[in-house]
């Protein structure tokens, strides 16, 4: 019976060693795709959209991302055409996704509208509607949820002075307070 205890408690340790290495492994992997240096470089041809390069370098591209499938894209999209205009006016170009090409948006004054599956590369978001901003070169700078037209609002207020309160009253019923 003690052979059969002492041969569970070695298993035991054993078992916690294993555990202890896998565990700092883990730890290391983690650290190193902290720091950037992890082991796949990147894309390049995945990480710049060319047909969404800004006009500029001291200009930026604005890209909201919207499905048709969404009840905040709803409520978003009639605050995009006057934060489209005023962006506009202050130099910067200003892009509607389609992300599902359904078509949706083509009336709702959103100007320049491309669908998803047509840019030039795949553009991969968990969330939707979404807020792109983009350099000359097609560089994503960002990419953020929008969950209202105020949060829309503030996430360009940067770049339109702040003066743009998008109205929140939509002709849609989202069922979206």
């Known amino acids: 019976m003690q052979s059969l205890l002492w041969a ?3 298993l035991a340790w054993t078992a916690i060693a294993f555990l202890v ?4 492994g883990l730890v290391t992997k983690i650290r190193a795709l902290e720091a950037g240096g992890g082991s796949a470089a990147p894309d390049e041809r995945g990480s710049r959209w060319p047909d969404l390069a800004a ?14 499938t969404c009840p905040t894209c709803e409520e ?3 605050a995009w055409s006057g934060l489209r205009r005023e962006l506009g006016g202050a130099g910067h170009r200003t892009v509607l996704i389609d ?21 030039s590369s795949p553009l991969l978001l968990a969330y ?10 097609g560089a994503m700078l960002s990419a953020e949820p929008v969950g ?3 949060s829309l609002a503030a996430l360009t207020e940067e770049y339109t002075g ?13 069922g979206v307070a």
Do not use: C, K
């Open 21 to 24: 290495f896998g565990y700092a």
């Open 55 to 68: 006009p500029d370098a001291a200009h930026r591209t604005f890209a909201l991302v919207l499905s048709s």
């Open 162 to 174: 702040g003066t743009t309160r998008p109205s929140t009253t939509s002709t849609l019923t989202t």
């Open 148 to 150: 209202s037209a105020e």
């Open 99 to 119: 992300i599902d090409n359904s078509g949706r948006w083509s009336g709702s004054g959103a100007g320049e509208i491309l669908p998803g599956p047509g840019l």
């Open 128 to 137: 939707q509607p979404a807020l792109l901003v983009l350099d000359a070169d």
């Open 8 to 10: 569970l408690l070695v």
């Open 76 to 78: 978003v999209a009639p």
